[in-house]
């Protein structure tokens, strides 16, 4: 068996301050080289909240000036990072026991590879009134897993999702070099695994390497998510000179649709701020929660993460004519 390379841990965090005790605290124990922490912009106080963890051996908190964004935020990192390998991590992702040793022992045995560890969304017993957003990204995320499970390694780059992912810090500094990381606030883990691809870096998924997202969006927030999302789309294009495949569905209406649920669509996204239509579907999503009328509450959810998708592409692609 090789020998067992050295392991970085990379995690972004931003306004969540609270979490970081205990999570910088599960990746010690669990014989992490190095943890470095990046807080993505000022934190006011984080010295004497974090004053312990930044005591923990091989533990590195680093604040940057302002506020950069995920990808950006993890390049800090990257270039502050010294083991073999880089455990790319959330902040709201917790390992499960053994995910440190799964990831190290993957790439004593696959050099240059990637590695897609399974980090399924930890729901609760008893749904909320207001917890579809999580509902959704759990079961699309578990669709997505369904694909890895059959795909090859193009496959696995080209719907790559970061929170616990590994690969060799020198392939990362490699898909650096071939194309800078960017701020797009959205799909920052589906441009690495692009970058990944044209380096010519493989990949794997490793369903033990487990850890679980603790996924958390109000009902407001999801909403001003699915705008970002497609800015984050239009973002993309631009930068590849084409939408990947697996976007399409967010942003464009299928012909196959509804013609009336179509018409809401473009109406909601045609709009720059929120009308009566988003207003009367807010009402209805918020009675099918009482109701407990799950879903009724999802098909609500989706319906308008499409339609608001559309308005932040649109708006993007205004923005970038008006420059």
């Known amino acids: 068996m090789s020998p067992l390379p ?3 841990v990379v995690m972004p965090t931003r306004n969540r301050l609270e979490r970081l005790p205990s999570l910088v605290q599960t990746y010690v124990d669990q014989r992490a080289d190095e943890v470095v922490v990046i807080l993505d912009g000022p934190h006011e106080g984080w010295r004497e909240l974090l004053a312990h963890t930044a005591r923990l051996p091989g533990v ?4 940057l000036e302002a506020n950069r964004g995920l990808a950006l935020a993890r390049t800090a990192g990257l270039e ?3 083991g073999d390998i880089v455990l790319i991590a959330d902040d709201d992702v917790i390992p499960e026991p053994g995910l440190i040793d799964r990831h190290r022992a993957f790439h004593a045995e696959h050099l240059g590879h990637a590695l897609l560890g399974y980090m399924p969304v930890a729901l609760p017993e008893r749904r909320g009134r207001d917890q579809a957003a ?6 699309d995320y578990e669709n997505q897993v369904a694909l890895w499970r059959e795909s ?8 790559f999702w970061g929170g616990n992912a590994s690969l060799p810090r020198e392939l990362y500094l490699r898909a650096e070099k071939f194309k800078p990381s960017q701020r797009l606030d959205y799909n920052e883990d589906l441009d690495l ?3 990944l691809r044209e380096v010519g870096a493989q990949a794997a998924f490793d369903e033990l390497a487990k850890s679980m997202h603790q996924h958390s969006r109000d009902f407001a927030s999801f909403t001003r998510e699915c705008v ?5 789309v239009f973002d993309l294009e631009s930068r590849w000179e084409r939408l990947p495949e697996q976007l399409l569905g967010l942003v464009q209406i299928p012909p196959t649709h509804n013609r009336l649920a179509a018409a809401l669509q473009r109406r909601i996204g045609t709009n720059d701020s929120a009308g009566l239509i988003e207003a009367a579907l807010g009402v209805a999503y918020r009675a099918s929660g009482t109701a407990r009328a799950w879903t009724v509450q999802d098909t609500i959810a989706r319906f308008l993460r499409r339609g608001l998708a559309i308005r932040g592409y649109r708006m993007a692609h205004s923005r970038r004519t008006l420059a």
């Open 193 to 195: 695994g692009l970058r």
């Open 6 to 8: 050295t392991l970085s």
């Open 134 to 139: 999580t509902f959704i990204y759990a079961r």
């Open 60 to 63: 590195e908190i680093h604040e």
């Open 80 to 82: 502050r990072a010294r």
């Open 152 to 159: 090859d390694s193009v496959g696995l780059l080209e719907s």
């Open 228 to 232: 970002i999302r497609g800015q984050a």
